[in-house]
């Protein structure tokens, strides 16, 4: 299977994802990771390298059976369509969980107060997080919204919908929303 994260930065979806990765013990591509690396290594300009590497990771680690959880802002249909993309290739079954934390407060609180768990990553400014291309979804997902939500229970909803099998339509029309 191939779970698919995005939200914007500093809305908790690293925590979220992550956690679901040990929990599944899954394969966990992080786009910010991947990024880093390519910075430090002086491949610029980035523009869609990072992503490319996950789609390769995430297939290769799919292909041989294991479970994997994507972790990127995943901010435009054509990424997402990307990571299905993916999924479909390699045969698998692909879950969309979209992150949000819907108290701008608390947001921009995150944002402005976060210490980078990846070694020389700069994270975004609150200005920066706010002005970010950011496209609506069309398609059902599951939907979490961390101001109301810690990391734990939002794993284990998550794995709740998963266990069920079937996405349920939530009030904004998305799957489930948390």
């Given at each position: 299977m191939l779970i698919i994260f995005?939200?914007?930065?500093?809305?908790?979806?690293?925590?979220?994802?992550?956690?679901?990765?040990?929990?599944?013990?899954?394969?966990?591509?992080?786009?910010?990771?991947?990024?880093?690396?390519?910075?430090?290594?002086?491949?610029?300009?980035?523009?869609?390298?990072?992503?490319?590497?996950?789609?390769?990771?995430?297939?290769?680690?799919?292909?041989?059976?294991?479970t994997v959880v994507a972790d990127s802002v995943n901010p435009l249909a054509i990424t997402r369509d990307a990571w299905l993309d993916v999924a479909k290739r390699a045969g698998v079954f692909a879950v969309e969980v979209e992150v949000q934390c819907s108290d701008r407060d608390e947001h921009r609180r995150r944002v402005q107060t976060r210490i980078p768990d990846i070694a020389g990553l700069v994270p975004p400014t609150w200005e920066e997080?706010?002005?970010?291309?950011?496209?609506?979804?069309?398609?059902?997902?599951?939907?979490?919204?961390?101001?109301?939500?810690?990391?734990?229970?939002?794993?284990?909803?998550?794995?709740?919908?998963?266990?069920?099998g079937i996405l349920m339509p939530g009030p904004d029309c998305s799957a489930g929303s948390l």
């Amino acid at each position: 299977m191939l779970i698919i994260f995005a939200g914007l930065p500093g809305v908790g979806k690293s925590r979220i994802a992550s956690e679901l990765a040990r929990q599944l013990g899954a394969a966990y591509p992080r786009i910010d990771s991947i990024e880093q690396a390519l910075r430090d290594s002086g491949t610029l300009p980035l523009d869609d390298a990072g992503y490319g590497i996950g789609y390769a990771i995430a297939e290769d680690n799919l292909r041989l059976g294991r479970t994997v959880v994507a972790d990127s802002v995943n901010p435009l249909a054509i990424t997402r369509d990307a990571w299905l993309d993916v999924a479909k290739r390699a045969g698998v079954f692909a879950v969309e969980v979209e992150v949000q934390c819907s108290d701008r407060d608390e947001h921009r609180r995150r944002v402005q107060t976060r210490i980078p768990d990846i070694a020389g990553l700069v994270p975004p400014t609150w200005e920066e997080v706010i002005s970010r291309e950011y496209q609506p979804w069309d398609h059902e997902r599951i939907v979490v919204d961390t101001a109301t939500v810690g990391v734990q229970q939002s794993v284990g909803l998550i794995l709740q919908v998963l266990q069920r099998g079937i996405l349920m339509p939530g009030p904004d029309c998305s799957a489930g929303s948390l």
